[in-house]
Nanobody
Framework: QVQLVESGGGLVQAGGSLRLSCAAS????????MGWFRQAPGKERTFVAA????????QYLDSLKGRFTISRDNAKKMVYLQMNSLEPDDTAVYYC????????????????WGQGTQVTVSS
């Protein structure tokens, strides 16, 4: 049974930082592209970032480049999202997801999902 478990969310002031973590089990982690998505209240779930199986390629939502960094540790079966200079518009539930192929940014391209972790940025 595949499980993706996110952690690290919380309440932070604008300008602050958070590091999200996602622990994976039940899949050959090093074979999967890992991604982060987010969903704000009343909005669609949207792509944030992805990293390929080896960690050598990264992809970001253009508007987040420079503030967010995705990384992974295949030995620990973990993926991370470092979020800096947070803004109130970053408030959302953040989801970790796994995809079989690289270059995927659509929700339907991802095979497995975590339950999400809430990030709230106060102004």
């Amino acid at each position: 049974q595949v499980q993706l478990v996110e952690s690290g969310g919380g309440l932070v002031q604008a300008g602050g930082s958070l590091r999200l973590s996602c622990a994976a089990s039940g899949l050959t982690f090093s074979s999967y592209t890992m991604g982060w998505f987010r969903q704000a209240p009343g909005k669609e779930r949207t792509f944030v970032a992805a990293i390929n199986w080896s960690g050598t390629m990264r992809q970001y939502l253009d508007s987040l480049k420079g503030r967010f960094t995705i990384s992974r540790d295949n030995a620990k079966k973990m993926v991370y999202l470092q979020m800096n200079s947070l803004e109130p518009d970053d408030t959302a539930v953040y989801y970790c997801a796994a995809a079989s192929d690289w270059g995927r940014t659509q929700r339907y391209d991802y095979n497995y999902w975590g339950q999400g972790t809430q990030v709230t940025v106060s102004s």
